[in-house]
């Protein structure tokens, strides 16, 4: 499976962007997909989950009620809305699929597959 992430760019602090995560290759297998980001001089962390079916989500506590994640199975996409931006927002989003398609993990190693990341930097 290929992921290609797209959607990054510049916004000023409180604006909104909207990140895709396009699967190619073996996307008839159901995967999970989440959303990680890495700020400049730290480490990569998770932001969002979402299963094979789109019943469950998870968040982390840092992006609740700002992003939403959400997929179109039948686009092999995964989007990841994003409202209400901060400069602490400002990272390199990857996108990551996990083949446990019936549950959402926050661990990085778990992933399978990764996207190259799209950068988003959120101005004061």
């Known amino acids: 499976v290929q992921l290609q992430a797209s959607g990054g760019g510049l916004v000023q602090a409180g604006g909104s962007l909207r990140l895709s995560c396009a699967a190619s290759g073996r996307t008839s297998s159901a995967y999970s997909m989440g959303w990680f980001r890495q700020a400049p001089g730290k480490g990569r962390e998770f932001v969002a989950a979402?299963?094979?079916?789109?019943?469950?989500?998870d968040y982390a506590d840092s992006v609740k009620g700002r992003l939403r994640i959400s997929r179109d199975n039948a686009k092999n996409t995964v989007y990841l809305q994003m409202n209400t931006l901060k400069p602490e927002d400002t990272a390199v989003y990857y996108c990551?699929?996990?083949?446990?398609?019936?549950?959402?993990?926050?661990?990085?190693?778990?992933?399978?597959?990764w996207g190259q990341g799209t950068l988003v930097t959120v101005s004061s």
């Open positions: 979402i299963t094979w079916s789109g019943g469950t989500l």
């Open positions: 990551a699929a996990d083949r446990n398609w019936y549950g959402t993990t926050r661990v990085i190693g778990d992933h399978d597959y």
